[in-house]
């Protein structure tokens, strides 16, 4: 029996490629011999638990450490999901598979691929939200970096401490502004990493080459301030000048310790989100998933949907519910899209409208907040949506104001009334913020609303017919347009790419989805769709000169070659 630790894993098998998105541990600082034993099965990466072979088992102390039998690894994924289904509660089958993922990582990836549809509603939303405001009280194990405004003049020293040199993707949150739920501070974590097992799950980003960081600026939320359990700094948020210059900070360490990184924002604030996305969009590699993801899969959703109606895009009268990022966004890549089909920028416009907590977003309104004013438009006041469904005559309305319940029967009665078929997106986070459920779009328009939402929604049978709710999943963009910025070393990412994107994801609807009232494709070609949505993304970067790596002659090939697959590889 040999105890000689074996050579560095995983690059065995590994698709060498400029890529390298399978992520091999080579590139981990400060690990010199090979862990064995105790040390081995405590390592998540390279842990496989059950299914370490008897030679791996005598070569690399782990005799006895482990039951007789040598599983598989499709055996264990059953053993996972028994589990998973075994919990009564999301929070619990939440926790149970971060304990996966903690323990055996490629185990866990492999569950969270096979059984996306089942498990994206618990790494993601909804469960996600429950899960970050419970993250004092749930907290098991420390993942990705915390920077808090302590470390203040020595971001770079808490970047150094990060054990993998190669990181290509940054998710990074201050915790305002958490789907529909608001401040949740330091809990706001759990976004970065769920959006993070995304990126390898939906697109075959290698896990080590994911870095989920939270910037810890205190909180304003008044209850966590209180909560003895919160794990964030105890104290009001940062604002004004400090965080800037503490953001800039972050920035600058970032692009030094990972040069090229791609930084994905998230959750931050309406205030904040804006001003970061302006200020580094043009000269680092970062977009704002809810400004711009959201855009790009709500217009996939209209492509899908305005394909099942009849017409076109730039036919439409659209009314965006909420003002805010996602609204801001969706407005911005809709217009977009709409001079892609031939209007002007100012006719594209005058097609979109938006209402905040205020009411309609009108011209003669003073202090409008800067990313409001190209759809401000002449108009007399109106305060509450049904009069401005009944004066607008929208073809679609899209909610993005985290108002439960704002789509009343009444207006999607008008919506119903004036449209034979009535677009209605209600995008709101989690399920309890949705401005309508899929059942009330359905039931108040008889059956003929085109419907999505933020989270998940079961089919509804209305009148004999079954009726399939689209989810409007940021996951199916992010991932793929990181994936596309990633292996095309992007210097910055655009809206043309977000276009593409979403043009990529509609074309993928067929139509039998159409059919059954799916403006999406389902989640389980997730895997496929994205690596679409990559090549077509990398294609723009190629021919718009902003990558930085010289075109590989058969991109697509490339990057699949290049993905992430939760294998085990031998270590003997
Ligand atoms: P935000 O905080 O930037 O904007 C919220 C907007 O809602 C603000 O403009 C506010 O004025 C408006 N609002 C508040 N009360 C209102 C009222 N009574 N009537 C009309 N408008 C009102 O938030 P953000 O980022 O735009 O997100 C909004 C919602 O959209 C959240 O629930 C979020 O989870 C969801 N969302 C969904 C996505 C998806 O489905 N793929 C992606 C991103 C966000």
């Known amino acids: 029996m040999t105890q000689n630790p074996p050579p560095a894993p995983v690059l065995r098998g590994a698709p060498a490629t400029n890529g390298h998105l399978s992520g091999a541990p080579m590139h981990v600082r400060g690990t010199t011999a090979f862990p064995i034993g105790q040390e081995l099965l405590r390592n998540p990466t390279l842990n496989k638990g059950t299914a370490f072979t008897e030679e791996e088992r005598d070569a690399l102390g782990l005799r006895g450490l482990l039951p007789a039998r040598v599983d598989t690894q499709d055996l264990q994924v059953l053993r996972v999901m028994d589990n998973v289904r075994s919990k009564t509660t999301d929070l619990e089958q939440y926790n149970y598979l971060i304990g996966l993922q903690d323990r055996n990582q490629t185990l866990f990836y492999r569950v969270l691929m096979d059984n ?46 990060w054990p993998v040199d190669d990181v290509r993707v940054i998710v990074v949150t201050d915790g305002e502004r958490i789907l529909g739920l608001g401040d949740l501070g330091a809990n706001g974590m759990g976004i970065p990493v769920g959006k993070l097992s995304l990126y390898t799950a939906c697109a075959g980003v290698a896990p080590s080459l994911c870095l989920p960081v939270m910037l810890d600026v205190g909180t304003d939320n008044q209850a966590l301030l209180d ?31 990972f040069p090229g990184v791609l930084v994905q924002l998230e959750d931050f604030g309406n205030a904040n989100a804006f001003r970061l996305l302006e200020k580094y969009e043009d000269n680092a590699c970062v977009f704002n998933d809810d400004i711009q993801g959201t855009a790009a899969v709500s217009l996939a959703g209209l492509y899908s949907a305005i394909r099942a109606i009849g017409g076109r895009l730039s036919d439409q009268t659209i009314v965006l519910y909420g003002a805010g990022e996602a609204a801001a966004g969706i407005c911005g890549l809709i217009s977009h899209a709409m001079q892609h089909e031939g209007l002007s920028e100012s006719d594209a416009r005058a097609r979109l409208w938006m209402m905040d907590s205020k009411g309609l977003v009108v011209k003669s309104r003073s202090g409008l907040a800067h990313h409001k004013l190209p759809y401000a438009h002449d108009h007399a006041p109106l305060l509450d949506l049904l009069s401005v469904v009944k004066d607008l005559k929208p073809t679609a309305i899209v909610g993005a104001s985290s108002q439960t319940g704002a789509f009343t029967p009444e207006v999607i009665q008008i919506m119903a009334a004036n449209n034979d078929r009535p677009i209605i997106f209600s995008l709101s986070n989690p399920t309890s913020q949705s401005e309508c459920t899929a059942e009330e779009a359905y039931t108040h328009s008889n059956g003929k609303a085109v419907f999505a939402s933020g989270s998940p929604f079961p089919n509804v049978t209305y009148d004999g017919q079954v009726l399939h709710p689209g989810q409007a999943n940021n996951a199916y963009i992010f991932p793929g347009v990181g994936l596309g910025t990633i292996v095309s070393r992007a210097k910055h990412v655009t809206k043309e790419m977000f276009y593409v994107a979403a043009r990529t994801l509609a074309d993928e609807v067929c139509d039998a989805d159409l059919a059954l009232g799916r403006i999406f494709p389902s989640l389980e070609r997730i895997r496929e769709v994205s690596l679409k949505i990559a090549i077509a993304v990398a294609r723009v970067a190629f021919d718009t000169g902003l990558a930085t790596i010289p075109e590989p002659e058969d991109l697509g090939s490339t990057i699949a070659a290049a993905v992430y697959k939760p294998e085990y590889h031998s270590y003997v």
């Open 116 to 161: 996306l549809t089942e498990l994206m509603p618990i790494i993601y939303t909804p469960t996600i939200g429950l899960a970050c405001q419970e993250y004092g009280h749930i907290f098991r194990r420390s993942r990705g970096i915390y920077i808090s405004d302590r470390d203040r003049g020595s971001i770079a020293k808490v970047l150094a401490n």
């Open 227 to 257: 909560d003895p359990l919160y794990l964030g700094l105890p104290h009001r948020r940062l604002r004004g000048a400090e965080y800037d210059a503490f953001f800039d900070e972050f920035m600058v360490a970032v692009r030094d310790r």
